[in-house]
């Protein structure tokens, strides 16, 4: 489950990266703008939220029963994951890309073409720059994580190989 719901945010922050916010900008700002504030909107949906919440609970659960289970790397690697997971993309969304979307949801789409912009501007550079963190993050989780499974898996070979 934690390589399914760490692979599916990676995935998620990096289309953003590298789809979205450049398929926007080339849209221009009048129909960018509210294109973001329909996506904003969108995205607060049961499926994503299990994926953003979901994904730093699992991580340290499997560190926990990778703990219990005394396969101390698995478990060390799993709850490096999940901390990187939290400080790189879970704390970022939070801090920063959540307050920047709220703030262009209150925004109307200046009637001027250079006002509209520089609203647009103002906002996808510096958001899709936290994306971008957000998305190398995820994919370090990610990568922590297959670390993890490998980890148990050769651990759990090691040991059936010495009782032979």
Not at 6 to 22: E, Q
């Amino acid at each position: 489950m934690t390589l399914l719901l760490t692979g599916a945010m990676a995935g998620f922050f990096f289309a953003y990266s590298s789809s979205v916010m450049l398929g926007l900008d080339a849209a221009g700002a009048a129909h960018a703008i509210p294109a973001m504030q329909a996506i904003n909107v969108a995205v607060r949906n049961p499926v994503f939220l299990v994926a953003f919440f979901g994904t730093p609970v699992a991580a340290l659960v499997s560190a926990v029963v990778f703990l219990m289970a005394r396969r101390r790397v698995a478990a060390a690697l799993f709850l490096i994951a999940g901390l990187v997971y939290f400080l790189g993309a879970f704390l970022p969304t939070a801090l920063v890309n959540v307050p920047m979307n709220e703030t262009l949801a209150t925004a109307t789409v200046p009637a001027n073409p250079q006002a509209a912009l520089k609203l647009w501007s103002d906002f996808s550079v510096p958001w899709t720059w936290w994306n971008t963190l957000r998305t190398a993050f995820s994919a370090l989780s990610l990568l922590l994580v297959g670390a993890a499974i490998f980890a148990s898996a050769n651990s759990r070979s090691a040991r059936f190989k010495d009782r032979d």
